[in-house]
T-cell receptor
Framework: GDSVTQMEGPVTLSEEAFLTINCTYT??????LFWYVQYPGEGLQLLLK?????DKGSNKGFEATYRKETTSFHLEKGSVQVSDSAVYFC???????????FGEGTQLTVNP | KAGVTQTPRYLIKTRGQQVTLSCSPI?????VSWYQQTPGQGLQFLFE???????NKGNFPGRFSGRQFSNSRSEMNVSTLELGDSALYLC?????????????FGSGTRLTVV
């Protein structure tokens, strides 16, 4: 079945460091891919998305490129801030069907 | 515009009881999905409703049920609560029903079963 695998966490960085959170997926066809972020005590917020191969999603300095050949959708940010501390979830949605399949989440802590 | 509203935010129930959670989607959104989030299992899909019809269902026992009203508001019901049902229950809505552009999530209902 469909699945999403994220790099193991937690990840701890200093402010202004470069961030990469790896995400790979297993699915047939061409799913849509998403990154969601969850702040403490809150629900999920859509961070960015890509709906076809080679698409680059971007938002608030975060970027991720849909790589069909490596079935990956790695999240990157050039300079993280303390306010980026949260749990990040990679997710996919098949073209047919409505459910999101999530990865296990990666806890990011950014220290000043 | 208002986001996805879930009520209540917190709930404590006793094993064996039943519970109903409510979700009001963004105005105009016709698709509502429910997810369960636990530390052990992560985020798991429960079911999705579109125009009052259940379109998709996850792998949960029949104790978990839901419905959607004509105004797109949705309720989720869990009967005969078990300790393992303690979780954050998240509702998400989508405008076009395909979710291709992502879903907007509510802040969730934290259910504790004692």
């Amino acid at each position: 079945g469909d699945s999403v695998t994220q790099m193991e966490g937690p990840v701890t960085l200093s402010e202004e460091a470069f961030l990469t959170i790896n995400c790979t997926y297993t699915a047939t066809g061409y799913p849509s891919l998403f990154w969601y972020v969850q702040y403490p005590g809150e629900g999920l917020q859509l961070l960015l998305k890509a709906t076809k191969a080679d698409d680059k999603g971007s938002n608030k300095g975060f970027e991720a490129t849909y790589r069909k050949e490596t079935t990956s959708f790695h999240l990157e940010k050039g300079s993280v801030q303390v306010s980026d501390s949260a749990v990040y979830f990679c997710a996919l949605k098949k073209t047919s069907g409505s459910r999101l399949t999530f990865g296990e989440g990666t806890q990011l802590t950014v220290n000043p | 515009k208002a986001g996805v509203t879930q009520t209540p935010r917190y709930l404590i129930k006793t094993r064996g009881q039943q519970v109903t959670l409510s979700c009001s989607p963004i105005s105009g959104h016709r698709s509502v999905s429910w997810y369960q989030q636990t530390p052990g299992q992560g985020l798991q899909f429960l079911f999705e409703y579109f125009s009052e019809t259940q379109r998709n269902k996850g792998n949960f026992p029949g104790r978990f049920s839901g419905r959607q009203f004509s105004n797109s508001r949705s309720e989720m019901n869990v009967s005969t609560l078990e300790l393992g049902d303690s979780a954050l229950y998240l509702c998400a809505s989508s405008l076009e029903g395909t979710g291709r552009n992502g879903y907007t999530f509510g802040s969730g209902t934290r259910l504790t079963v004692v």
